[in-house]
């Protein structure tokens, strides 16, 4: 078993990417279950970011081009995309689902987005064993860390941020 994490995420590419790969993201999760190297998948999309977690027993070159295919509106997708396997893949979840990885880090979010792509995994039937425990493992750290840090006791989220600074006085703001 491999986890493959195939991505398109705002610091990496832009939100022009992002929302280029939006789109697709409705059935994607079946759409590369037509692979047989492909056991599961699942599929994470917010405003700043379309991740693909897969499991796979295939080479992420496989994985990557059956993720680019099933983008791709008939032919393959030719944008932008960040590969991560195993480790790496697994430390991006846990970061992601923690608030680590995000526009205002510690919001918390990101971990709801991520418990509503799982679900919506389990319901379309694309949710291996594999990206089930895992993604259930990130969770359960996300609220650790949440719990142990103070991270998420600032209440900051995206649009907390964007609400603070509709408040200001921009008039009287000096900014470079």
């Not at 999760?29 to 027993?57: I, K, M, P, W």
């Amino acid at each position: 078993m491999t986890l493959h994490l195939i991505s398109v995420h705002h610091a990496e590419h832009g939100l022009a990417a992002v929302e280029a790969v939006t789109p697709s993201v409705s059935g994607l999760g079946r759409r590369l279950l037509a692979d047989q190297a492909v056991r599961g998948a699942v599929v994470l999309a917010t405003c700043n970011r379309v991740e693909v977690y897969v499991d796979a027993d295939a080479p992420a070159d496989h994985v990557t081009d059956t993720v680019r295919a099933a983008i791709g509106d008939g032919e393959a997708h030719t944008g932008p995309l960040a590969v991560r396997e195993d480790a790496a893949a697994l430390r991006h979840l846990f970061d992601v689902g923690a608030g680590l990885d995000s526009m205002v880090v510690g919001e918390r979010e990101i971990a709801g987005q991520l418990r509503r792509a799982l679900k919506a995994a389990h319901r379309d039937g694309t949710a291996s064993g594999l990206l089930t425990e895992t993604i259930e493992q990130a969770l359960r750290t996300s609220r650790k860390v949440a719990h142990l840090t103070r991270l998420a006791t600032t209440g900051r989220s995206v649009v907390a941020v964007g609400l603070d600074m509709v408040a200001r006085d921009w008039a009287a703001t000096r900014a470079l």
